[in-house]
């Protein structure tokens, strides 16, 4: 049971006894203790494994908190949870990612109006009933209208780093097993997609029972939904259900092959072997006439047999990949051990959990050479963002602690704000002090395209600015981003040699890959950083990785895989 598995049970407890109208007390009891769990560097598993050591030692739990945790990490799930969960039903819970909807309002929702299901709720607003309820009003009922359909998509599917680790874990587990000889995850979780809907696990091994077994008593399973001879159908305690394929050897790599995908990339690879008159499926490739099988062990050999050197899951899309194939010319693409610095994370400072040196020391213990410390500038005010003089105190503190920890760099930075007027947060005799700003927008998202392009062309203007980070502001599956003007925008950065970021951030991951591949087009020097807010927020960079990966991109098309001496050379002259 990872750390996160048992924050979010926390999170769902607080949200679900929100939505019932408990004490405010004991929900925000229940959301600190989730952050407290989720920002923990050890497994509070072995916490609770060590005699010596007690879980009330941690901030914020008490006696109970402590004996739930325990329930949590020896059972995998909570006895209060399910209960919960049977009185509000799941429609209300998916409320809770439309933006601007919190428990309170979706209490009023289901209690007043005793709507349950989103299809429900769409057509309260459409009549007017939504407006109609205390608090709401014809803005909230417009934004609940706007949103409604991509929420109800995207509560069908999952962020890749939840699912990514739940399908490692699985498999890891798997390869363990006696009978098991070959065990990996495919579908859209291997080709590293943003979002997944749901989990393909395909095993080779010498007796199917055994990974069934094994996997239906798995930590993480909540459910089997069905079991044949070579396919098992479970639901995880996330929510997110796995296939989990049995095939022979001679077809492993054909079934890689086919349950990766993309459907759009596979119509190709049919279509290649149709004129090579033979027969692609998930058991094999065949002579079409006497059926012979001339490759599926390996997802090598198929490729081979249709003329193509293997094409990296991340590439298969069908945008271009078969065409850079045919050339000879796929991309080497990047990997996270190439990074070495990390341009973006926030301190005690503003609202991140970890001071300079936990951080720097945190960043040096991953590999990394070097950081960029860049809290919030003063407008983020929830942040308790930095105006010039505190910002200036900042960099001192910067200064003393990169005199005294040997083997890390620390860059002096800046998350600067585009402010809604198209001016910035801080003025340019501060920012002409920094070795790195990333300026971003946070508010005034739903801008105009002119206004939004004003607002970006305003920072790569500046000759203080060093990089444009979250570029859209959008929050996968939950909030669109800016209606951003890329054209226009990216020229501006190509000619003033100011970089883009691909926030790594598992809910941002922004510039998406589309986007960063135009970037790369366009020769303007990519950053992937973690915007970490804690010392575990640095995990996330393999993320970002994988979504330049998707792009295409190549170490040497990201700025932060080189030494910090090559780095200073990217950042702008002018
Ligand atoms: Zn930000
Ligand atoms: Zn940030």
């Not at 505190?390 to 602690?401: K, N, Y």
């Amino acid at each position: 049971m990872q750390n996160n598995d048992v924050a979010r049970i926390f999170d769902q407890l607080a949200d679900l006894l929100e939505i019932q109208g408990a004490n405010a007390f004991r929900v925000r009891a229940y959301r600190n203790a989730s952050r407290t769990i989720g920002n923990l560097t050890e497994l509070v598993a072995d916490i609770i494994a060590d005699q010596s050591r007690s879980l009330q030692d941690l901030s914020s739990i008490g006696k109970d908190l402590a004996e739930k945790i325990t329930t949590i990490v020896e059972s995998g799930s909570l006895p209060q949870l399910d209960e919960l969960k049977e009185q509000v039903p799941p429609g209300v819970v998916e409320m809770l990612n439309l933006p601007g909807i919190g428990p309170k309002k979706v209490a009023a929702i289901f209690h007043d109006l005793n709507v349950t299901t989103l299809d429900q709720l769409k057509e309260a607003a459409e009549n007017g009933q939504v407006a109609a309820l205390k608090g709401f009003g014809r803005k909230t009922e417009q934004s609940i209208l706007e949103n409604i359909d991509s929420v109800a998509e995207a509560g069908k599917r999952f962020y890749l780093a939840e699912s990514k680790a739940e399908a490692d874990a699985i498999v890891e587990g798997l390869l363990q097993l006696e009978s098991v000889t070959q065990a990996t995850v495919a579908g859209s979780c291997r080709r590293r997609k943003e979002t997944v809907g749901d989990l393909d696990v395909l095993v080779t091994t010498t007796e199917s029972g055994e990974p069934m077994d094994h996997l239906a008593e798995h930590d993480l399973v909540e459910k089997v939904l069905a079991r044949g001879d070579t396919k098992q159908r479970v639901r995880l305690r996330s929510g997110i259900e796995m296939d989990l394929r049995v095939v022979p050897d001679e077809s492993y790599g054909a079934a890689m092959q086919y349950f990766t995908g993309s459907k759009e990339h596979n119509i190709v690879m049919r279509r290649r072997a149709q004129e090579r008159g033979l027969k692609l499926n998930e058991y094999g490739l065949y002579r079409n006439d006497d059926d012979i099988p001339v490759a599926g062990a390996t997802e090598e050999d198929v490729y081979a047999k249709l003329d193509l050197p293997w094409i990296p899951p991340e590439l298969r899309e069908d945008r271009g990949e078969f065409e850079r194939a045919e050339a000879n010319n796929l991309p080497k693409l990047i990997e996270t051990d190439d990074i070495r610095g990390d341009l973006h994370m926030h301190t005690t400072a503003t609202d991140g959990t970890a001071s300079i040196e936990e951080m720097a020391l945190a960043a040096k213990k991953r590999g990394l050479k070097y950081i960029a410390i860049t809290d919030h500038s003063k407008r983020v005010m929830m942040a308790n963002g930095l105006d010039a003089k505190r910002l200036r105190e900042h960099w001192e503190e910067i200064d003393r602690v990169n005199e005294e920890i040997k083997g890390i760099e620390i860059l002096k930075g800046i998350e600067l704000d585009i402010l809604e007027d198209a001016t910035l947060d801080l003025p340019d005799d501060v920012l002409a002090e920094a070795d790195w700003v990333v300026a971003v927008l946070h508010y005034g998202l739903k801008q105009p395209r002119d206004q939004i392009n004003k607002r970006l062309l305003t920072a790569i203007c500046n000759p203080c600015v060093t990089a444009i980070g979250h570029m859209t502001g959008r929050i996968v599956s939950k909030r669109q981003g800016a209606d951003v003007g890329f054209d226009e925008v990216f020229r501006a950065a190509a000619d003033h040699g100011v970089m883009l970021e691909i926030n790594a951030h598992p809910s941002r991951l922004d510039l998406d890959d589309i986007h960063a591949a135009a970037a790369k087009d366009l020769g303007i020097p990519i950053v992937i950083n973690t915007d970490a807010h804690s010392t575990s927020g640095l995990d996330v960079m393999q993320y970002g990785v994988f979504q330049a990966r998707r792009a295409g991109l190549m170490k040497g098309d990201v700025a932060n895989t080189r030494t910090l001496a090559q780095f200073r050379k990217l950042l702008r002259t002018t």
